[in-house]
């Protein structure tokens, strides 16, 4: 019997075993990254980083590298970092930091002012928070619609109607945002420039024509593939090739 | 008596300067570049010898003896005391030309072995009687008279100290300087170490066996500013020799060999408080004291001393926070350069006024410099600096009491520090979003919503079921009722008629209006059936149950029964008209 039971045991202890082993993990590549040492306390952070993830996690290993020097993959760290939680000051502060550093210098189109309301409305504090909102309105119009069925005054009855209603407008909205979040998350549609140098060409051929020369740390929108190759759209618009290997995808 | 004579003779020739108490075993030759033909004359002297036995005869290494050995002795008395030089003489030539070494000579002294070192003769082709080969060779360099320049040595690290010797070798009588052209230097930076006045050194020197004169010229201590290979350019000397009563003396002029130097770079990994010494250093640092006053000067002095190149010691970065005010250090040197190099002590004397009252932790200064012996970088650390300081007189300072405010400055930028505590950890690839918690989230309540909803709903409608029925039936329950009352009435029983009056009335209201019978009363009534016939039904109907509720204690009766009966059937079935269920 206890056989049997064991491994169903040991199955269900595992996750529990592996986050008090993460725990330990990141304690100390805490102290490691107190004490300067801060190689050992990115590969801690990496080792951790291989089946779990999160925004503090992803921010923690880009302020590692920024510290060892390695700006571009700072600042693909702090890209994907920053995707799971677009709020976070820290991460943008950093992020800025590193930025400075890159050579070339794009011309970011101004934010769309409706596209800033909009960015901020599909941001928040992590990927889960428009499913938790969309969870929480759902429970409070039924909860609502619930007291309007039970309720006998007319007056009390209209106005719980009113409420359980705004909340299933919210749910709606809310579940469609928590939708297009999870997409964006999981999206792999924009990466970082590591190679020091990268010539963007005009075909996915070696030898075609150069259309420019990009630097290290420079963000691209990604925009197909083939074979080693990836086509690219920078933030001027221009699109052209490069090697797969000379990017990163955030 | 010949013997004596040539062993005056080569005393002169070689000018030996003995010391008393030392033996010296020595092979000279008068010259080792000779043409084939010309005699060379080699001699082995022993001196200040007591006893010793026979002087061995080296190896000549091909070179035929012309004459000899010639042995010839000497006995002084210094103090009281009895010694004896001797020596052998030989003349050598050569008839092949090519390089011919004479090998050591041996002597047994007491116990000990002496040796002579080896000496190389060079032979070149003679033309006849003038050797013009030889001449050439002199030319080149001065058998006679030249000048070295050498090094202690020929790499070192950038900032490493090295010292340069000048020496003049001299087989002339007299010699007097002319002029001379100092060697050019670039890359390095030169100091002058001070000898004096040149001097002839008390012993010979022997080069390649022939004897000399040394003067030591000139010294200097070099360091090397940048790396790569930096030269040391030859000396020029121009020097009259013998002059004598008539005549002036020949011109000669002497150029000193060309040294090279291989400067390395410092090793990579040079620390931030690296203050550019190379070389040994201790440090010393003295302040006043810890309790001072706000607006008041401290002096914080700090010495380096040691060996090193003190001068090329930058002023030391303090690193204090901006309350302090700095100014520029005085710099105070006392630095010797002598024969071993440049060493002393150089002080850096801070004038730091703290503008603010508090407690400043400064921490413990750290200075770096590089040891080239040990080729690495060390470390120089102070005691912790602490200031304590005080408010200043008010009256002392103008400028005290002003609230003078200062801007936060910025002094660096870093990065913002990692995360700490929980960094809320998820598997890659889960969201809450599409999971199975969120889709029972999402579909569990509304589903207990509609369970709620058609619950509700079939509850309902079993109630209104109910109530229609009773409202239905509320007109046959009256008339059943009413059919009681006739019954009692005919057989005259009063009180059971009025009974069965009042409960066909209430009991109609209430089933009327799915109402309870005690909850039947004046208001309810009122309530209920105020909008028909303008309360008039209302008030009836409420005379009516009061009326037959008196009737039934006491004795006296309003109306006659059957009045109250026909009354009563009336109302019903007037409610019954204008209320329909």
């Not at chain 1, 503090?56 to 590692?64: A, R």
Request: with cysteine; glycine share 8%.
């Amino acid at each position: 019997m206890m056989r049997q039971l064991l491994p169903l045991l040991i199955w269900f202890c595992l996750p529990a075993l592996a986050y008090a082993n993460n725990a330990q993990l990141l304690e100390q590549a805490q102290e490691a990254y107190a004490n300067g040492d801060h190689k050992h306390a990115l590969a801690l952070y990496d080792s951790v980083n291989t089946d779990y993830t999160s925004a503090g996690l992803l921010y923690n290993i880009g302020n590692c590298y920024s510290k060892l020097g390695d700006m571009p993959h700072a600042i693909l760290y702090y890209e994907r970092a920053l995707r799971l939680a677009p709020g976070a000051d820290d991460i943008q502060a950093n992020l800025d930091l590193e930025r400075a550093k890159v050579v070339d210098r794009m011309n970011q189109l101004p934010a769309f002012t409706l596209g800033s309301v909009w960015d901020r409305l599909q941001g928040g504090k992590d990927v889960d928070q428009w499913a938790r909102r969309s969870l929480w309105a759902c429970v409070i119009m039924v909860v609502f619609a619930a007291s309007a069925i039970l309720i006998r005054r007319n007056s009390f009855k209209r106005i719980f109607l009113a409420v359980a209603a705004l909340a299933l407008l919210f749910t709606v909205l809310s579940t469609a945002l928590a939708a297009y979040r999870v997409q964006e998350v999981e999206s792999r549609s924009e990466a970082i420039i590591m190679s020091p140098t990268v010539e963007i060409l005009g075909e996915p051929r070696k030898g075609s024509t150069r259309l420019f020369i990009l630097h290290q740390g420079t963000k691209l929108s990604i925009v197909g593939e083939q074979g080693d190759w990836q086509e690219v759209r920078l933030s001027s618009g221009s699109v052209g090739w490069l090697p797969k290997e000379a990017i990163e995808i955030i | 008596m010949k013997n004596f004579i040539l062993a005056i003779a080569s005393f002169l020739i070689t000018g030996v300067i003995v010391h008393a108490q030392e033996v010296t075993f020595q092979a000279t030759v008068d010259r080792n570049e000779i043409a084939t033909g010309d005699p060379v004359k080699l001699t082995i002297a022993l001196g200040n010898v007591s006893s010793a036995s026979g002087i061995t005869t080296p190896d000549l290494g091909g070179l035929a003896v012309l004459q000899g050995p010639m042995e010839s002795n000497s006995f002084s008395s210094i103090n009281g005391r009895m010694s004896r030089s001797s020596s052998r003489i030989w003349y050598l030539t050569a008839t092949q030309p090519g390089t011919y070494v004479i090998g050591p000579s041996t002597v047994r002294v007491g116990r000990a072995v002496l040796q002579t070192d080896p000496i190389t003769i060079k032979v070149s082709k003679g033309a006849g009687s003038g050797s013009s080969a030889a001449t050439n060779e002199a030319q080149k360099r001065d058998q006679n008279l030249f000048c070295t320049i050498s090094l202690s040595k020929n790499k070192a690290y950038v900032g490493e100290q090295i010292i340069a010797t000048y020496t003049l070798f001299s087989r002339y009588n007299s010699l007097q300087p002319q002029d001379y052209d100092l060697p050019k230097l670039s890359g390095f930076w030169a100091e002058e170490v001070d000898l004096g006045a040149a001097n002839w050194e008390s012993s010979l020197r022997t080069v390649n066996g022939l004897q000399y004169r040394v003067a030591v010229l000139k010294k200097q201590v070099l360091i090397p500013l940048r790396s790569g290979k930096l030269t040391v350019a030859p000396m020029t000397l121009n020097y009259l020799v013998n002059p004598g009563f008539f005549s002036s003396g020949t011109p000669v002029r002497i150029q000193s060999n060309s040294s090279e130097i291989t400067a390395v770079e410092l090793p990579p990994g040079k620390p931030a408080d690296f203050i550019g010494a190379v070389g040994e250093l201790r440090m010393e640092m003295k302040t006043p004291g810890t309790t001072v006053k706000a607006n008041e000067a401290i002096d914080l002095t700090i010495r380096f001393s040691g060996r090193a190149n003190l001068k090329l010691i930058d002023a030391p970065k303090l690193g204090l926070p901006p309350d302090f005010e700095t100014y520029d250090p005085k710099i105070s040197d006392k630095i010797s350069v002598n024969g071993s190099g440049m060493s002393g002590s150089r002080e850096f004397q801070y004038l730091l006024i703290p503008r603010h009252p508090g407690k400043y932790d400064l921490g413990d200064m750290t200075f770096s410099y590089f040891d080239p012996n040990s080729g690495s970088y060390k470390q120089l650390r102070s005691d912790s600096l602490y200031f304590n300081v005080q408010p200043g007189d008010a009256n002392s300072s103008a400028s005290v009491g002003t609230s003078s405010k200062m801007d936060v400055q910025r002094l660096g930028s870093d990065i913002r520090y990692i995360r700490t505590g929980d960094l809320e950890l998820r598997r890659k690839g889960e969201h809450l979003f599409g999971s199975g918690k969120y889709i029972a989230g999402m579909v569990v309540p509304p589903a207990l919503l509609l369970l709620l909803f058609l619950w509700h709903r079939k509850r309902e409608e079993q109630l209104s079921d109910l109530g229609g029925q009773r409202r239905r039936g509320a007109d046959k329950v009256a008339k059943r009722r009413l059919a009681e009352a006739e019954t009692a009435l005919k057989k005259e029983d009063r009180n059971a008629f009025h009974d069965a009056v009042g409960k066909a009335l209430e009991g109609y209201f209430a089933d009327k209006f799915n109402l309870g019978v005690a909850e039947v009363n004046a208001a309810m009534i009122r309530e209920k059936l105020g909008t028909v016939d303008e309360g008039r039904t209302a008030e009836e109907y409420i005379n009516l149950i009061t009326a037959s509720q008196m009737a039934r204690f006491t004795p006296v009766e309003g109306k006659p029964q059957r009045q109250t009966y026909d009354e009563a059937a009336a109302i019903i079935s007037r409610i019954e008209n204008q209320i329909r269920g």
